[in-house]
């Protein structure tokens, strides 16, 4: 006994393009899909503390309108050469633009016994806050080379 299909380009088309448009609609909603974050722009500069490179330091860009919890703030590792830049979301990937106040700590390393911790903060204190800091800094909507960033002591 034979047993005999029904095969018909047209039957297997009707199923077929649904599924496809589907499949497409998924794929391009996945790819375009906003992720929530706000723009940022490359920000890059160098800093020094009385001559000296505070290789280590933190630097803080907190927004001159405080905002909360959820406000942002791009930070930064002083690197060896003395220069820095900003993260926010991944490494190295700048800023959201607007105007910011910019801090500093510095706690150099220091052998207790056997183990290491950090040292005092060597910056004065008029850079380790936000409300005294004397760097006012404006991050553009384009890459930003920031002028050198000094403390004399």
């Known amino acids: 006994m034979c047993l005999r299909l029904k095969f018909s380009p047209w039957r297997i088309a009707k199923q077929f393009v649904p599924l496809c448009g589907v499949g497409l609609a998924m794929l391009v909603t996945g790819c375009s899909q906003d992720d929530g974050h706000v723009p940022v722009f490359p920000v890059k500069g160098k800093v020094s503390v009385a001559g000296e490179v505070p290789e280590g330091a933190l630097i803080v860009f907190y927004p001159a309108k405080a905002g909360g919890e959820s406000e942002l703030r791009p930070s930064a590792k002083v690197k060896p050469d003395g220069s820095f830049s900003l ?22 390393i220091i052998k207790s016994g056997k183990d290491y911790k950090a040292g005092p903060d060597l910056i004065p204190k008029s850079y380790a806050n936000r409300e005294n800091s004397r760097w006012k800094i404006k991050v553009a909507e384009a890459p930003n080379e920031l002028e050198p960033l000094t403390i004399t002591k």
Not at 92 to 106: F, H, K, L, N, R
């Open 87 to 108: 993260t926010t979301y991944d490494a190295d990937d700048g800023a959201p633009s607007g105007e910011y106040t910019a801090t500093i700590q510095w706690n150099k």
